[in-house]
């Protein structure tokens, strides 16, 4: 079996929470170009411009292993390791702090407030948890062992050292961690509770709401009432499988959607965020087995939903 070779240290620090972009110059058979400007001019012309390309050159803003600016006229070299810094979009800041309900050598977990991304996405860059802990904590190589869609709220499970990341993510890949969810969404007599629900959901990339199509189950969620009062109720939501806003499909399937959720059961159109209105589901508990230690953990968020107690 072959070996895999680790790659070198960046030699760049984290700007913003935020590790720089690694690039490993590919092989070039057709001798396409001549020097790595050439390479980064195809590569990100199209996406930043060649001139914002030629800004950053001449900027030393990309560096290799030494930590040395790369040049715009050095020859190219298949293989050889580019990092730099992508210029971040501007970004409001989610007016939310992030509350650590646990920290000790090994893990952090944290309340994510609604809004906030977990992790670097799309326009989301430096207004995550990830970044805002890593700087707030101290704690460059913090890494996520799974995510939290952006408008949900609740616990989040972060892993502080790289060598013990694999451990944790697979509790979640191999669904050994219980999550237990609450939502407040509207109350119909009607409805049979608790049940379970099970459906074939996908979600499409560049699409933002996931739906269900006829198939194989690859989603299930146990849905239960625990209040009501004013036409409203609240639920405890608990998954057993990970498919993106199955929680949300599947209550609005039932006929009882989140309340303020934004795509389900019809999506509402991009415009400000309204911070008066989140989402009404929190991630509310997360128990497992510790994989590193075997002692049984279980979380629970600090934060709240206003709805029927």
């Known amino acids: 079996m072959r070996r895999r070779t680790k790659a070198p240290v ?16 590919p092989a070039d058979p057709g001798g396409a170009w001549a020097t790595v400007r050439d390479h980064l001019l195809g590569r990100y012309a199209g996406a930043i411009g060649a001139e914002r390309v030629d800004a950053m050159l001449a900027e030393g803003r990309f560096v290799g292993a030494d930590g040395a600016p790369v040049g715009a006229a050095e020859p190219y070299a298949a293989g050889r390791y580019v990092w730099f810094h992508r210029d971040f979009p501007a970004e409001e800041r989610v007016p939310f702090e992030v509350g650590v309900v646990h920290r000790d050598e090994r ?15 799309g326009r989301h860059v430096t207004e995550t948890a990830l970044a805002r802990l890593r700087r707030d904590l101290d704690l460059p190589e913090l890494q996520p062992a799974h995510r939290l869609d952006r408008l949900t709220a609740g616990l989040v499970l972060f892993v502080v050292r790289p060598e013990d990341r694999g451990a944790y993510q697979t509790l979640f890949r191999d669904r050994r961690v219980r999550k237990e969810y609450e939502a407040v969404a509207g109350h119909d007599p009607g409805l049979a509770l608790p049940v379970t629900v099970r459906s074939r959901i996908v979600k499409e990339r560049g699409v933002p ?6 198939g194989e189950p690859n989603s299930e969620s146990r849905i239960e009432l ?3 009062r004013g036409g409203l109720g609240r639920y405890q939501l608990v998954p ?3 498919q993106t806003h199955q929680l949300r499909v599947h209550m609005a399937r039932l006929g009882v959607p989140i309340l303020d959720d934004p795509l389900y059961p019809v ?23 510790d994989p590193l230690t075997g002692a049984p953990m279980r979380f629970t968020t600090r934060l709240t939903l206003s709805g029927p107690a």
């Open 10 to 25: 960046a030699p760049l620090p984290q700007r913003a929470g935020i590790d720089p972009v690694r690039l490993r110059l």
């Open 107 to 121: 893990i952090v977990v944290a309340d994510k407030p609604h809004f906030l991304a977990t992790t670097p996405r």
């Open 209 to 214: 709401a996931a739906r269900e199509v006829p």
């Open 226 to 228: 625990l209040a009501h």
């Open 240 to 242: 057993a499988t990970g």
């Open 267 to 289: 999506v509402r159109e991009d415009g400000p965020e309204d911070y008066t209105r989140p989402l009404r589901l929190l991630a509310r508990a997360l128990e497992f087995t």
